[in-house]
């Protein structure tokens, strides 16, 4: 079965300082995996996907993630934290779901970035 | 490319009313999905459609919501009649039936129940 731990409820740092979120996954095969940002009153947005095309993959404003099948990982990094960050973000697995080609996601519990001035 | 469109945006109800939330997915987007999400946590799937075929709906509370897509496009949810642990966001998203199935999410509408 798949399943996705994000590591920490909370993340604080200062602005201009690196950003790491954490998440580890579990599944049965290759996995899709995925970033969403939620901000304050806002929907949830698609801020990068792991299709298996490259291990690093980029994202929107200057996000990327890193998969390392070898650590069942999927951190999400970003060079320097703007104020803009500051939002819910989620990690997710896709995976199968009952009979023809059906797909569900997975959601971690969500990590809270707050971006100290 | 327009994104999924929801409506209302805002709705506030007393308890044991019904209320109706409209989703418009992403053109040619086959599946679509509602999720629930409470304040402070993740998204609860509630229904999936493929196309106009309901594929999960094991987390919809069928004694007093409902959900319909006619024509396999728009589709409707609704709630009656609503409990005051109802109040949440309700979050519309459509995806393609492709690799590696990623969702799009439209702003949700967010529900107070008094």
């Known amino acids: 079965a798949q399943s996705v731990t994000q590591l920490d409820s909370h993340v604080s740092v200062s602005e201009g300082t690196p950003v790491l979120l954490r998440c580890n996954y579990s599944s049965s095969y290759s996995p899709s995996l995925f970033w969403y940002v939620q901000h304050p009153n806002k929907g949830l947005q698609l801020l990068l996907k792991y299709t298996s095309a490259a291990t690093l993959v980029k994202g929107i404003n200057g996000f990327e993630a890193e998969f390392k099948k070898s650590e069942t990982s999927f951190h999400l990094t970003k060079p320097s934290a703007h104020m803009s960050d500051a939002a819910e973000y989620f990690c997710?697995?896709?995976?199968?779901?009952?009979?023809?080609?059906?797909?569900?996601?997975?959601w971690g519990a969500g990590t809270k970035l707050i971006i100290k001035p | 490319e327009a994104g999924v469109a929801q409506s209302p945006r805002y709705k506030i109800i007393e308890k044991r009313q019904s209320v109706a939330f409209w989703c418009n997915p992403i053109s040619g987007h086959a599946t679509l999905y509602w999720y629930q999400q409470i304040l402070g946590q993740g998204p609860k799937l509630l229904i999936q459609f493929q196309n106009n075929g309901v594929v999960d709906d094991s987390q919809l509370p069928k004694d007093r919501f409902s959900a319909e897509r006619l024509k396999g496009v728009d589709s409707t949810l609704k709630i009656q009649p609503a409990k005051l642990e109802d109040s949440a966001v309700y979050l519309c998203a459509s995806g393609g039936r492709n690799f590696p199935y990623e969702q799009y999410f439209g702003p949700g509408t967010r529900l107070t129940v008094t």
């Open positions: 997710v697995v896709s995976a199968p779901f009952g009979v023809d080609s059906n797909y569900q996601l997975i």
